[in-house]
């Protein structure tokens, strides 16, 4: 064969196996089976799935046994959010309880692949994909880039325009609140703890993150960088720098800090806080956060430098912010992930629950998991403080709301507002829709698996039909159009329309999918090792007990002036405090003559 002819032969052999696609294409390896690709044909790595055959569907005698006597998600969903006095006797039992909280920790970060394995840019495993940490990990794989369908091979040769979709099932006709009463003071605390770990570098692309501590470290806080932490660094007694106001303290501004900030140009120098987060003048109920945790940083310095008079500046500082983050983490564990279970189950931080089971200290914190964290829905249509109704107009980029009511008057409004419910469709605000827009398109970008395979890489099974996902007929209909197949529906989109588990704000998908990333975040936290879960990490007793009695409540009256108000993520009365239902399209037209939609994408290129 001379070259010519070889290099056509070649051709037309690459033009065949493209022409039937890759066969990984279809999935074809089931139970977390690894798929490679060998020309047209395909091999499945079954190793250690507990399953056996050409595409890992053939389970072993023990792995039939166990799928036998598992519980399907829904069932523990149900027997957890219901028997209550049942509950109350188990909660009251340590051993049992403890018991419990180390089962809950186990099964849901057996989950998670770590040391994690790959990320938007291979979907094979090697040590680039491994050890670069600018790239958020992948819970699956991107799909092959020669498939016949977007999806795989099922589903339309098209995905749906993203704004088509997102005006058709995501955005939101009238405000629907949250059964579960979660409050706004929820919502915001949300938002502010989790864009510590979720910070995607567009600059680099969706694929990219900025947080390469990939969890809860504060950095939000502190700053990203040892430049930027410098910066808003007092450098004495272990302090951040601040300014008193109206007799109390806030954050320093831009300008005294040097710090960068995103804020449009008409804002006063004066209204430019300077803090960890670059972003967080967006929205003043994350502007509200970040002083509480400032204030609170100063405050812990203060009482480590009565134990420890002899610490330097360096000292405090750091012990302080390994105290803040154990809080952090109480906090989330006991109160935040508390409240959105539902569970009246009483969940444990208890770091020692693990020091006898397999589990790895380290976290890499995955892009499906910022995926599925986009909440928007929780945002409500306008925002109370005090007597005053903010739209997003008036809302966004508006420290004046933080100085004028102050962080009291704003924890007790926000308390009793009540948040949207995340899935069951349509809820996203309009003035937000966008971002919605831009979150399918990063996703299409990324080649995100579809819905139904996650949930079958988190143990559930498949929806069989659109009604199935959302439980009723009109949204199931225009999502058939759309998609063709329900195997071909997305993994955002899908999350958004999913029906909700009775009175709840979340489907299954989005609890299933989401609580493992989240508890192996949390406990994958060095502070949560042995060596380091000890009262002497925390500068003693002392601030070991910060940490272990750190709760929502604690930490708003550690950090208010005058009687503290109450702090929660659940609104208190609902009957009296849930909103007149407003019917978004009316309520938003009125007085808007620029679009808030504009003011705030001119600004988020950097968020
Ligand atoms: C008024 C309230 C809010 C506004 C104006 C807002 C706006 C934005 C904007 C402009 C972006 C960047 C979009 C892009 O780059 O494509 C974003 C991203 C994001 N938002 Fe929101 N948001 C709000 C509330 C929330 C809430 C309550 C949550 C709940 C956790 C949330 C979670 C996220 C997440 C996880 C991202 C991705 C961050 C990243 O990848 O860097 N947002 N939001
Ligand atoms: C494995 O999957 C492929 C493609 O989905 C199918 O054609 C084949 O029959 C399956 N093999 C077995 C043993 O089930
Ligand atoms: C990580 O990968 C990106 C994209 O290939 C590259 O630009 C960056 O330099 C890598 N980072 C490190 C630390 O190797
Ligand atoms: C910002 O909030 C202040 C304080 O409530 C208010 O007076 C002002 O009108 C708001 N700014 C805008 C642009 O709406
Ligand atoms: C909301 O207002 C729009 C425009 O005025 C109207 O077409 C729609 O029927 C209203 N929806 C509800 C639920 O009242």
């Known amino acids: 064969m001379n070259r010519q002819t070889l290099s056509v032969f070649l051709l037309a052999l690459g033009f065949l196996v493209c022409e039937g696609g890759n066969p990984c294409c279809s999935q074809p390896c089931e139970n977390r089976g690894v798929c490679t690709a060998l020309g047209s044909d395909y091999e499945c790595d079954c190793t250690r799935t507990g399953y056996y055959g050409q595409n890992c569907t053939t389970p072993e005698l023990l792995t039939?046994?166990?799928?036998?006597?598992?519980?399907?998600?829904?069932?523990?969903?149900?027997?957890?959010?219901?028997?209550?006095?049942?509950?109350?006797?188990?909660?009251?039992i340590s051993f049992l309880r403890d018991a419990i909280m180390k089962y809950v920790l186990t099964s849901r970060s057996n989950m998670i692949d770590s040391p994690s394995t790959y990320n938007s840019d291979y979907d094979y495993k090697n040590w680039e994909a491994y050890s670069n940490i600018s790239y958020y990990t992948r819970a699956l794989p991107p799909l092959p880039e020669d498939c016949p369908t977007p999806m795989g091979v099922v589903g339309k040769k098209e995905l749906p325009d993203a704004k088509v979709l997102a005006e058709k099932l995501l955005m939101?006709?009238?405000f629907i609140t949250d059964p579960q009463g979660t409050s706004l003071m929820f919502g915001f605390f949300a938002q502010h703890f989790t864009h510590q770990f979720f910070k995607s570098d567009m600059k680099k692309g969706p694929a990219?993150?900025?947080?390469?501590?990939?969890?809860?470290?504060?950095?939000?806080?502190?700053?990203?960088?040892?430049?930027?932490?410098?910066?808003?660094?007092?450098?004495?007694?272990?302090?951040?720098?601040h300014q008193v106001l109206n007799g109390e303290v806030y954050p320093p501004?831009?300008?005294?800090?040097?710090?960068?900030?995103?804020?449009?140009?008409?804002?006063?120098?004066?209204?430019?806080?300077?803090?960890?987060?670059?972003?967080?003048?967006?929205?003043?109920?994350?502007?509200m956060y970040a002083v509480i945790w400032l204030r609170e940083h100063n405050r812990v310095c203060d009482v480590l430098k009565e134990v420890h008079p002899d610490w330097d500046d360096e000292r405090l500082f750091q012990t302080t912010r390994l105290i803040l983050i154990g809080e952090t983490i109480r906090i989330v564990i006991e109160d935040y992930v508390q409240h959105l279970s539902g569970y009246n189950f009483k969940l444990k931080f208890d770091p020692e629950l693990l020091f006898k089971e397999q589990f790895q200290y380290q976290n890499r914190i995955a892009s499906e998991f910022n995926t599925l964290y986009h909440w928007h829905p929780l945002m409500p249509d306008t925002f109370r403080v005090g007597?005053?109704?903010?739209?997003?107009?008036?809302?966004?980029?508006?420290?004046?709301?933080?100085?004028?009511?102050?962080?009291?008057?704003?924890?007790?409004?926000?308390?009793?507002?009540?948040?949207?419910?995340?899935?069951?469709?349509?809820?996203?605000?309009?003035?937000?829709?966008?971002?919605?827009?831009?979150?399918?398109?990063?996703?299409?970008k990324l080649r995100y698996q579809s819905l139904n395979a996650y949930r079958k890489r988190f143990n559930m099974k498949p929806y069989s039909s659109f009604e199935d996902l959302t439980g009723e007929t009109e949204m199931a209909a225009l999502l058939e159009e759309m998609y063709g197949h329900v195997d071909a529906v997305e993994f955002y989109p899908g999350l958004l329309v999913e029906k909700p588990r009775p009175n709840s704000i979340f489907g299954e998908t989005m609890v299933e999918?989401?609580?493992?990333?989240?508890?192996?975040?949390?406990?994958?936290?060095?502070?949560?090792?042995?060596?380091?879960?000890?009262?002497?990490?925390?500068?003693?007793?002392?601030?070991?007990?910060i940490v272990n009695t750190a709760s929502l409540q604690n930490l708003v009256c550690n950090n208010v002036r005058g009687p503290c108000p109450v702090a929660s993520f659940q609104v208190q009365n609902i009957k009296e405090t849930e909103p007149v239902i407003i019917n978004s399209s009316t309520s938003q037209s009125q007085g808007s003559d620029i679009n808030p939609t504009v003011i705030l994408k001119e600004t988020s290129t950097e968020l």
């Open 64 to 92: 039939l046994i166990k799928v036998y006597l598992k519980p399907s998600p829904n069932t523990v969903h149900y027997l957890l959010t219901h028997f209550k006095g049942f509950w109350n006797i188990i909660n009251s």
């Open 513 to 545: 999918v989401g609580a493992p990333f989240s508890l192996k975040g949390l406990m994958g936290n060095p502070i949560c090792s042995p060596e380091y879960w000890k009262p002497s990490t925390f500068g003693g007793k002392v601030g070991f007990e």
């Open 172 to 174: 939101r006709r009238e």
């Open 208 to 241: 990219f993150t900025l947080a390469t501590g990939h969890g809860v470290d504060l950095s939000h806080v502190y700053g990203n960088d040892l430049q930027k932490q410098h910066k808003l660094r007092l450098f004495k007694d272990g302090k951040l720098k």
């Open 253 to 287: 501004t831009v300008k005294e800090t040097g710090v960068h900030m995103i804020y449009p140009p008409h804002i006063p120098e004066s209204q430019r806080f300077a803090v960890g987060h670059e972003a967080f003048g967006l929205v003043p109920g994350l502007m």
């Open 387 to 444: 007597e005053t109704h903010y739209n997003y107009k008036q809302f966004i980029f508006n420290n004046s709301v933080v100085i004028e009511h102050g962080i009291n008057k704003m924890v007790e409004s926000f308390t009793n507002q009540i948040s949207g419910r995340v899935a069951g469709g349509r809820n996203v605000p309009v003035p937000i829709l966008y971002v919605t827009v831009e979150t399918i398109e990063h996703n299409r």
